[in-house]
């Protein structure tokens, strides 16, 4: 709630020469996500875009697929002793129909690196619960030469990232380079999940045609997200994590790390991948 930035007093030391001057800082606060009123998942997030953080939570969790699962999204009112909307803490409510995955701290919650699950079982966990399978045919073919205009165009569009420098970006491409959303965080999973929840609640999953560029690393939690966003193509400036690139490959999910320059590593799906030698037989 127009909370992005914060201002703090720092003592600045630049050649030797300190002076005291205001600071921008990007905001970090928790958010608590409930599922029909009880409490699910919290997460420390930038606020903003809180309710498709939430619904896009949901697809990752595999709640969701569909705008029309949710019948709605609100604020919880009286977060404090006192009664004051703090503004963190949001409630989605399912439509009439739509199960209620089971609620308990023993949940088997694949999202977060930490959750217990590991190697095969994380795979099969993704592959049993997505409900919008990549496809395997129809999806872009891209240049390397497109691939490698990427960065650049995401961090043009990193308004916060230019005043803070703190902040992690994720960012939809159309399969001809074309920027169509961005979404800026504290954590990056946070910014894919706006992205993705924002998709969610427009109608425009899955998300068959597009590219997921994310800055910093490739995370077995990014790549989980998006599969189970039918994203056919995720890209990242940094390395991958191994089962990651395993994932990818079970999934179908054409993977690139090390995007810098011109240069790339293709982890997975390089099919999608269009080589001048390819066009050239």
């Known amino acids: 709630m127009g909370r992005v930035t914060e201002r703090r007093r720092v003592l600045r030391i630049r050649g030797g020469a300190a002076e005291h001057r205001a600071d921008t800082l990007v905001a970090e606060e928790p958010l608590e996500i409930r599922l029909n009123g009880r409490p699910l998942a919290i997460t420390m997030r930038t606020p903003g875009d809180d309710f498709a953080l939430a619904t ?8 969701l697929a569909a705008a029309d699962e949710v019948a709605n999204v609100v604020y919880c009112a009286g977060a404090t002793a006192e009664g004051v909307n703090t503004y963190n803490v949001v409630d989605v409510t ?3 129909g739509v199960p209620l995955p089971d609620i308990s701290l023993e949940r088997n919650v694949y999202t977060s690196s930490s959750c217990g699950l590991c190697g095969k079982a994380s795979l099969d966990a993704v592959r049993t619960a997505t409900r ?19 960065p650049d165009r995401l961090r043009e569009g990193q308004a916060v990232f230019e005043r803070t420098g703190g902040l992690h970006a994720a960012a939809l ?18 910014a894919v999940d706006k992205l993705v929840g924002r998709a969610l609640r ?10 997921l560029m994310v800055s910093g690393r490739a995370s077995f939690e990014l790549a989980q997200k998006a599969v189970m966003a039918g994203v056919p193509v995720l890209a990242a400036v940094s390395a991958p994590s191994s089962l990651a690139v395993d994932l990818a490959r079970e999934s179908g999910l054409t993977l690139v790390g090390f995007l ?22």
């Open 202 to 211: 427009e109608g425009r999953l899955p998300l068959a045609d597009r590219i």
């Open 94 to 96: 399912l439509a009439r």
């Open 260 to 281: 810098r320059g011109d240069s790339m590593n293709v982890y997975a799906g390089e099919d999608r991948i269009a080589l001048a030698s390819d066009r050239a037989h």
């Open 56 to 63: 896009g939570f949901l697809v990752s969790e595999g709640v």
């Open 173 to 190: 491409f159309s399969g001809d380079g074309e920027l169509l959303d961005l979404r800026e965080d504290v954590g990056r999973h946070n």
């Open 132 to 150: 919008l399978p990549i496809a395997r045919t129809g999806a872009p073919r891209l240049t390397p030469g497109l691939l490698a205009s990427l």
